[in-house]
């Protein structure tokens, strides 16, 4: 954790220092008879937020804040696996949007959660990875004519079919 | 006393038997639109609205306004049961709703804010009856000065929300607002922080993306590790004698978040460039503030569920207001309503309630009959959504997550929005771990986009004298309160410090 | 009544479909939602607009697919430009415009938009702008305002640098000769807000976002912006009257993606063509004070270039 306490305040304050500079595009002044200028928000409390990592330092090396006090790793095995597990699941997800469309990525993300990280039968599985996008389809497509992802062109016909049935 | 014939008019027509149907069937559908994430009432009017063209225009303000209703029982489903808020009106929601459904009382989070939710339609329906034309003119005194005076108010009441770090407090506040800035500056018309010229960043960060990137997935994924994915929302059971305790309990506890949400939310959302988000943040700021114990506040006390949703309701009546009596619109819902009463042929505006009595009070009095009924389908949905969190969690979560994408998606219809939810995600798990509280940015990125357009125009109208927010009459006192507000907690901390030197160190 | 008013629009529904029908024999039909992207967003007088169309084409069922209204108002209407530039179903993408279509290119250069790419669909009608005041200012013709302006400190509101009513009010400074402080908001209904609540002193609006007020009384219309004096205020002098050659409107138009089929395109235009001749969208025109301007497609390309030229010259103006 103390690690990660100092590496993260140091990010922030880059984070902070890229706010600043990417503010500078526009004014960050004060125009006499206007008030501020364009960039002059951002600029000024991006500042703030890096003056505030100097003080959440200054916390780290006096110790006084309990993630800096703390001598555990961020990260233990289990939380490794989990953030590889769940947050690649995610990621494996919303890039396969595009691909296979919202409501594939959608079924494919079902089926490896339930079956292999929730260790759920094969029934259940299968129950729910079907019947939730088409359940979704229904209700966005249909009912709220909010249109999704439909990925590559390939899926066209698959949807076509489905847009016959709604309309 | 002619109102009171032309609204029990405007109740009896209510209550013929098809508009009981439309209004039964709107609020039950306004419940499940508000109660998804990324879909709010504004999704629902916008999309029944060419549906009511086949209905007689008297119904299809009955059936609208039920949606609009039933949406706004709804957002608080979301914030509860899966810790998102659907909407930002319910935002302060989760501060407490998730807390205690952690603990096991979501029937009883669930319970307070259905009360809650009524009681404040109800003030702000008999208020907008009463007071409508008077109030009008208090929304037109409320220029960009006092705006943000009132946007000071707001976060003031907040200062206290922090964690104990000062420094991560007022990065994540600086953060937020930094956030609320990206995309396109109003006043120098000129885009702004659009991050690595990708075009996504024209239209800002929306606050539902850093939102559920921060709730839905980074608090999320930390649930699942910091509990070794054996997490159980709920044992809690549900019958009709459950709901009466609970509502008992949620009252006698919550009773002052009630009150407080009820008239400071309408008081807010009457003003069009405020609305229902900063009343119901402020509503709950304040409630924490005098209450007796305002440690329990964000560790599940009743009354942070009942103050911001007896304060969301109340306001989203209250924004109805300017758009009758003004033609100016409060909210994109009630914009989107604006629309609809084009297409009717009204005009919307000052001679409303002189030219078309029947449909302003026709329209309040369908308000009246929706809030009652959806009180009713909101409890009687209570148990399936307590049976949802009954479910395995390795269900529950990945139903969160896809939840999560699609509100990602569906509050923006862009792609980039969705990848930016889960950068934010990732952040939020990394900073949540360390202790950064979290909410202030999120309520940042909510005030943001009010607070700095309206600080600018002022000091434009004041050719850059910033004076001006304290010798106005009205933005004066809201600004010398706010101030104090805000410096409160520093002499406090200064005081402790002079008594008790020993006492801990502070950060 | 209800009754009869009913069936009949369930039978003129059912005849416009029928014809629809016939005249489309084997030429482009949608066969998924139609992207109806919009240049502003949610409530202001383009959404309205947008959304107004949408429910036509519902009510009268033209659409074997439905219009999707999607608002993309980032960046001035950037960001809708750059999705119609970059749509992956060119033949299911089609934006509502309004002058930003013009302005926006122009002023940000490195968005890489050329308009004449666009496929032009319909031009539904053209917004004028006129110049209010507040009752309570006691100034009744534009002679009057121009010496209250003379004055100085003389405040007005609008929706931003570079958007039409500030073009409006840049050349009203420089034709004039008047030094005016210029408010941005975020929409045309804040701005009346604001002058009914005298945050501001004048305001140049179009109509139907002012209208409310204007029928109460509150507010009062100097000078309209358009070519002839406006039917709905007979006793408004023109700008043209003072002796100015010039004219301001707002377009309310649609377009297509650039490199949309003929068929697709063929469709579009005969799909807003039926929505313009309707009863609603003329009876629309007629109390939110728009003015008819039908163009076929050949005549809209041309517009877009005088357009171009023209806010090319106004832009420069305000030094942009």
Redesign the interface.
């Known amino acids: 954790m103390r690690l990660g306490e100092i590496i993260t305040a140091g990010v922030m304050a880059l984070l902070s220092i890229y706010l600043m500079w990417k503010s500078t595009e526009l004014n960050v002044g004060y125009i006499t008879g206007e008030g501020p200028g364009g960039g002059a928000w951002p600029f000024w409390l991006a500042g703030i937020m890096l003056v505030c990592t100097g003080f959440i330092a200054i916390n780290w090396v006096r110790r006084s804040s309990p993630p800096s006090q703390s001598e555990e790793p961020l990260l233990d095995g289990y939380g490794k696996k989990m953030l590889v597990l769940v947050g690649g699941g995610l990621l494996g997800f919303i890039a396969l949007v595009d691909i296979i469309s919202m409501y594939g990525a959608m079924a494919v993300f079902l089926l490896y959660y339930l079956r292999f990280l929730g260790r759920h039968s094969w029934s259940l599985t299968l129950i729910l990875t079907t019947s939730l996008p088409i359940g979704f389809f229904f209700f966005f497509e249909a009912l709220m004519r909010v249109t999704m992802p439909k990925g590559l062109p390939f899926t066209e016909p698959f949807f076509n079919i489905l847009y016959n049935i709604i309309y | 006393m002619e109102i009171l014939g032309l609204l029990t008019d405007g109740i009896f027509v209510s209550l013929q038997p098809i508009n009981i149907m439309l209004i039964l069937v709107g609020v039950t ?1 306004g419940l499940f ?1 508000g109660a998804m994430p990324g ?1 709010g009432s ?2 629902g009017v ?2 029944l ?3 009511t ?2 209905v ?1 225009p008297g119904s299809a303000i009955i059936f609208l306004a039920a949606i609009y209703y039933g949406a706004m029982y709804g957002g608080a489903i979301s914030s509860i049961t899966l810790g998102i808020p659907g909407a930002s009106t319910a935002v302060a929601t989760t501060f407490d709703g998730r807390p205690l459904a952690l603990k096991g009382r979501a029937s009883l989070a669930l319970v307070t804010a259905a009360v809650a939710s009524f009681i404040g339609g109800s003030v702000a329906n008999v208020l907008f009856t009463i007071f409508a034309p008077l109030l009008a003119k208090v ?6 000065p006092e705006i943000f005076a009132l946007m000071l108010l707001a976060f003031a009441t907040f200062v206290g929300l922090g964690g104990d ?4 407090t ?2 994540s506040i ?2 937020g ?2 956030f609320a ?15 690595f ?1 990708i ?1 996504g960043f ?3 960060i929306n606050f539902l993306v850093l939102a559920i990137g921060v709730y839905g ?1 980074g608090e999320m ?1 930390w649930t ?2 910091s509990t ?2 054996e997490i159980t929302t709920t044992e809690a059971k549900m019958s009709v004698k459950g709901i009466v305790s609970d509502a008992k309990e949620g009252m006698r506890r919550g009773w002052k978040g009630t009150a407080i949400g009820s008239f400071l939310g309408f008081f807010v959302g009457i003003l ?2 405020a609305g229902a988000t900063p009343g119901s943040l402020m509503s709950y700021g304040v409630s924490k503030m005098i209450s007796k114990n305002p440690k329990e506040f964000g560790q599940g006390h009743p009354g942070g569920v009942a103050a911001p949703e007896a304060a969301n309701n109340s306001a989203s009546t209250g924004a109805m207001l ?1 758009m009758l009596t ?4 409060g909210s ?1 819902t ?3 309503l ?2 609809g009463m ?2 009717w ?1 009204l ?6 309630f002189t030219d078309q009595p029947e449909f302003v009070w026709g329209l309040i009095g369908s308000f009246y009959i929706s809030n009652v009924f959806a009180l009713i389908v909101n409890l009687s949905f209570i148990p399936l959504f307590i049976w949802m969190l009954r479910m ?1 969690f ?2 529950l ?3 969160i ?2 939840l999560s ?2 509100g990602g ?2 509050a923006t ?1 862009d ?1 980039h929005d ?2 930016l939810m ?1 950068i934010f ?2 952040g939020a ?3 949540r ?3 950064y509280p979290l909410a202030p940015a999120v309520l940042a990125i909510v005030l943001g986009p009010i607070a ?2 309206t ?7 004041s ?2 004298d910033a004076t001006i927010f304290l010798t106005r009459p009205i933005a004066g006192p809201i600004t010398v309160i706010a101030i104090i507000l805000i410096l409160l907690p520093a002499f406090k901390m200064l005081k402790d410090r002079m008594k008790g030197p020993k006492s801990n ?1 502070a ?1 | 009544m209800n009754l009869t008013k009913r069936t009949f629009g369930k039978l003129a529904a059912a005849t416009a479909f029928a014809s629809m029908l016939a005249s489309s024999v084997a030429a482009f039909e949608p066969n998924k939602p139609i992207d109806f992207v919009i240049m502003a967003g949610a409530g202001g007088g383009a959404d309205q607009i947008a959304r107004f169309l949408q429910s036509v084409a519902e009510k009268k069922d033209l659409t074997t697919r439905p219009l999707v209204p999607n608002n993309k108002g980032g960046g001035s209407g950037a960001e809708a430009l750059i999705a119609l530039n970059n749509a992956s179903d060119k033949d299911h993408t089609i934006l509502v415009t309004l002058n930003s279509f013009f302005t926006t290119p122009l002023r940000q250069e490195n968005l890489g938009i050329d308009i004449q790419t666009f496929t032009p669909v319909a031009m539904m009608g053209v917004d004028p702008f006129v110049l209010w005041v507040h009752k309570d200012s006691g100034i009744t013709t534009f002679e009057q305002w121009l010496d209250e302006v003379k004055k100085g400190d003389y405040i007005m509101g609008g929706t931003g640098k570079g958007q039409e009513d500030s073009l409006v009010i840049t050349y009203l400074e420089q034709n004039f000769d008047l030094k005016i402080k210029y408010i941005p908001y975020s929409g045309g209904g804040a701005v009346a807000k604001d002058l009914a609540g005298k945050q501001i002193m004048a305001t140049v609006n179009n109509p139907s976002e002012t209208k409310g007020f204007y029928q109460n009384g509150d507010v009062v219309p100097l000078l309209a912006f358009s070519d002839e004096r406006m039917p709905a205020f007979p006793d408004v002098p023109t700008i043209k009257e003072k002796g100015k050659d010039f004219s301001y409107y707002n377009q309310r138009a649609v377009v297509g993606a650039p490199g949309m089929s003929d068929d697709a395109a063929k469709y579009y235009q005969d799909l807003f063509k039926t929505i313009y001749e309707t009863e609603e969208w003329q009876a629309y025109m007629e109390s939110e004070s728009l003015s008819p301007l039908w163009m076929d497609p050949e005549q809209q390309k041309a517009y877009w270039k005088t357009q171009v030229e023209n806010h090319k010259k106004l832009l420069a103006e305000m030094g942009e």
């Open positions: 559908l639109i879909l504004v999704n916008a999309i609205l060419p549906i063209f086949l007689p929304a037109l005194i409320f220029g960009p770090d000062l420094p991560k007022i990065l600086c953060l607002l930094v800035a990206v995309g396109f500056d109003e006043i120098s018309g000129a885009p702004r922080l659009v991050f010229d075009s024209l239209h800002g997935i994924i699942i590790e070794r994915g069009p460039a300017p003004l033609g100016i619109p994109p009630t914009a989107i604006l629309g084009v297409i042929g005009t919307p505006g000052p001679r409303l395995p390795t269900v979560a990945p139903l997550f896809i994408v699609v998606y569906a219809q792609m969705v990848w889960l995600g990732f798990y990394f900073l771990k360390l202790d700095e357009p600080l600018r125009q002022s000091l434009l109208l050719s850059g160190p950060g």
